[in-house]
Each structure stands twice: as structure tokens, then as C-alpha cells.
């Protein structure tokens, strides 16, 4: 079974950026496409970004389009979110799901959810 555990969360004022970390242990994530999913209080969880595991393509929504880059360390079991200017808006609890990549759309595996990492931001 897939473990996943977020890092990189914190306090950044508007225009900053940080770099996300999500790293697995039991498995390989070259066997999952992955996701980065944000849920902001009292709001539904919105993705933020996909990663295919077999042709490396990637997909955003276009409220980070531009600002968010995934990527993928196979050797270190680690996907990123680089996310940059970021925004009030963007503050969020971030989360990443080992899911399923149909066309363009992800598909989250229930099982396997990290426990996200903190974005705050502010001036």
C-alpha cells in the first residue's frame, strides 16, 4: 500500500513562492499517476495538478496554470509543487493523491491520501 507524506508547507507573504514535497514509502510512484489537490476552510477540495506516470504530461487548472509546475524524482519516490506568486487565494491545506490519469482527467485512489502540508499566506 502507497504511504504518502506532504512537506514543505509554511507561512509566505503574497508574490513568494514555495516547493511542496510528496514522498512515498512501501511503492514505487512510477506506478501511479500523481495529484496535488489543496482544500481551503468551509471549501471543496480543488486539484491543483496532475503528473502522468507514463508519458510525463502534466495538467493544471487555470487558476494556477503558469504559477505551478509538478515534477517527479523517481530515484527519491518524491513529487514536487514548485508553486510561485503565490496568492491569499492559494492558501490552502495541500494535498497529494497516487491515482489514475484517464485523458486529462485524475482520478484520486481513496486509499491513497497524504495528510497534506499548511500553505498560509500573508503579508
Known amino acids: 500500500q502507497v504511504q504518502l507524506v506532504e512537506s514543505g508547507g509554511g507561512l509566505v507573504q503574497p508574490g513568494g513562492s514555495l516547493r511542496l514535497s510528496c514522498t512515498a514509502s512501501?511503492?514505487?510512484?512510477?506506478?501511479?499517476?500523481i495529484g496535488w489537490f489543496r482544500q481551503a476552510p468551509g471549501k471543496g477540495r480543488e486539484g491543483v495538478a496532475s503528473l502522468s506516470n507514463h508519458d510525463r504530461s502534466k495538467y493544471y487548472p487555470i487558476s494556477v496554470r503558469g504559477r505551478f509546475t509538478v515534477s517527479r524524482d523517481s530515484a527519491k519516490r518524491t513529487v514536487y509543487l514548485q508553486m510561485n506568486s503565490l496568492q491569499p487565494e492559494d492558501a490552502a491545506t495541500y494535498l497529494c493523491?497516487?491515482?489514475?490519469?484517464?485523458?486529462?482527467?485524475?482520478?484520486?485512489?481513496?486509499?491513497?491520501w497524504g495528510k497534506g502540508t499548511l500553505v498560509t499566506v500573508s503579508a
Open positions: 512501501g511503492v514505487s510512484l512510477d506506478n501511479y499517476a
Open positions: 493523491n497516487a491515482g489514475y490519469l484517464y485523458g486529462t482527467f485524475f482520478s484520486p485512489d481513496s486509499l491513497h
